[in-house]
T-cell receptor
């Protein structure tokens, strides 16, 4: 079955530590996205990528970094510069452009501070 | 920037009843999408309605779009306990902007 796999499901970060969240898709989608969801809130866009080796900042990119070396993979690094990283992180993908197609989501990674 | 705003924030109904959720937005859009999120899971796409469409159906779901009022509604008919989830509208301009969602509880 095609889909998006996020790992790990739960992640704990120590102060001053960088952590990387994995996102893999086998849907052959060109576009991939990272969102942050805080309790009772909607999704806020962190980064997105429309093609390999290209990515753009979203609304809340500060303290995060991404790479897109392969079409299937779009890892997100939460750096120590992100002072409030506790949240639910969702990865998504879509066939084409940012808004003309439905987005398919993974089941998220919940990040907490130790 | 969150453009879509769902109303109500929370809705509790009994099985068999209809559930209506509304979404209002502020600027012109290309399309509007509705998603569902079960607790602790990712979002699942339900329906995409384009700006030149007024109504769309999918099974027990009916979505309307009124671009003059900048609003959309999602109707779930004959609700089931399994429909319990949060429902989000997302407006498509340059990127998808998600609202804060409506939390729907369907009790047996």
């Amino acid at each position: 079955d095609g889909g998006i796999t996020q790992s790990p499901k739960y992640l704990f970060r120590k102060e001053g530590q960088n952590v990387t969240l994995s996102c893999e898709q086998n849907l052959n989608h060109d576009a991939m996205y990272w969102y942050r969801q805080d309790p009772g809130q909607g999704l806020r866009l962190i980064y997105y990528s429309q093609i390999v080796n290209d990515f753009q900042k979203g609304d809340i990119a500060e303290g995060y970094s991404v790479s897109r070396e392969k079409k299937e993979s779009f890892p997100l690094t939460v750096t120590s510069a992100q002072k409030n990283p506790t949240a639910f992180y969702l990865c998504a993908s879509s066939i084409g452009t940012l808004n003309n197609q439905p987005q398919h989501f993974g089941d998220g990674t919940r990040l907490s501070i130790l | 920037s969150q453009q879509g705003e769902e109303d109500p924030q929370a809705l509790s109904i009994q099985e068999g009843e209809n559930a209506t959720m509304n979404c209002s937005y502020k600027t012109s859009i290309n399309n509007l999408q509705w998603y569902r999120q079960n607790s602790g899971r990712g979002l699942v796409h339900l329906i995409l309605i384009r700006s030149n469409e007024r109504e769309k159906h999918s099974g027990r779901l009916r979505v309307t779009l009124d671009t003059s009022k900048k609003s959309s509604s999602l109707l779930i008919t004959a609700s089931r306990a399994a429909d319990t989830a949060s429902y989000f509208c997302a407006t498509a301009v340059n990127a998808l902007n998600f609202g804060k969602g409506t939390s729907l509880l369907v009790t047996p």
